[in-house]
């Protein structure tokens, strides 16, 4: 029997959300996340993937990983510490290891576990963390999950920042301090300051941890927004995932070898979950190695960022101030950003709409992601879309 208290609790906040039109209703895509999706049996040109570099269907993967089902079978058996940490698994690190530039790696089976395990194993109640305050969901649970005084710092401000750390430092009240950030943000496409950032956490000692879930293999010619900058050797935590440019799934920190030793003994996710499949494991292997080998599929994405870019900015849209290939389309209103990208899924395009509570109110956006593996013709197609309905709805 269901209980009274859970019934009412769920029919009363579902009905809410549905009256607030805060309901999301999830589409389920027939066959492969590519450049062109299915839904509903109708094809439409996919802008809303985070496959910026195709890898999810590309046929080296997969080859790779059907030959991982035969040789490894398709579950990896045990948790990491028992005698599930088969030799696939630590190829990956290895090779993840050499494409960051650190000393080691120590995989997780995604980004967001990857947050939960990593802070928590070095930041505790005793301790206090900066954080960016547009960090993604998975850093602040991470971080709610350690029990340190979390400090929020205005977006990208240094000033804030170093006004912060200089207080918690010079407090007294902690025995270690964390600045935390994302790489790249993913509703502007900003990327973080690290050059700033490092300055001031060399000068009052803090740990340093950047999520590059949307820098890696975008940036730093696909290193990340680390190599970006050349400071792999002044962030301790370099956290990635390997569900984005990479097209798998699974997360990773990359840092000294020591830090990885401590992660190993103390990060709950890896000691008490199992880790990816033996297919995951070499799959993305594959794509570092490919990574590594050409910059072919990294220079591809920016050309076609560009271009979609371009295309938006002389139909008359406001694209913001993105730095990486997240293109928002800055619509302002949040029911002329919804009916907006209503309209394109009719014109067969598919891009979200992002309104307030993601983005502050009044600054709804269509996001647009473009990948390596769109063609001229699909980026033109979409544009098209987006010129006939800016001018219908009067938005250009
Ligand atoms: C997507 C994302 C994650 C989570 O990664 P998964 O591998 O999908 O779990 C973590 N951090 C940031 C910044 C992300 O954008």
Redesign the pocket.
Known sequence: MTSKVLQSFLRENISDLKARGLYNEIDPVQGANGPVINIDSQELINLSS?NYLGLATDSRLKEVAKEAVDSHGVGAGAVRTINGTLDLHLELEKKLAAFKGTEAVISYQ????C?MAAISAVMDKNDAILSDELN?A??IDGCRLSRAKIIRFNHSDMDDLRAKAKEATESGDYNKVMVIT?GVF?MDGDIAKLPGIVEIAEEFDLITYV?D??GSGVLGKGAGTVKHFGLQKRIDFQMG????AIGV???YVAGKAELIDWLKVRSRPFLFSTAVSPADAVASTKAVELLMASTDLNEKLWENSDYLKDGLKKLGFDIGESETPITPCILGDEKDTQAFSKRLYEEGVYAKSIVFPTVPRGKGRVRNMPTAAHTKEMLDEALKAYEKIGKELGLI
Do not use: M, Q
Request: glycine residues 14%.
């Open positions: 985070n995604s980004g967001f576990n947050n993604h998975s850093i994302d993913s999520d879930a949307h995932t390997l569900s984005k799934i699974g997360g």
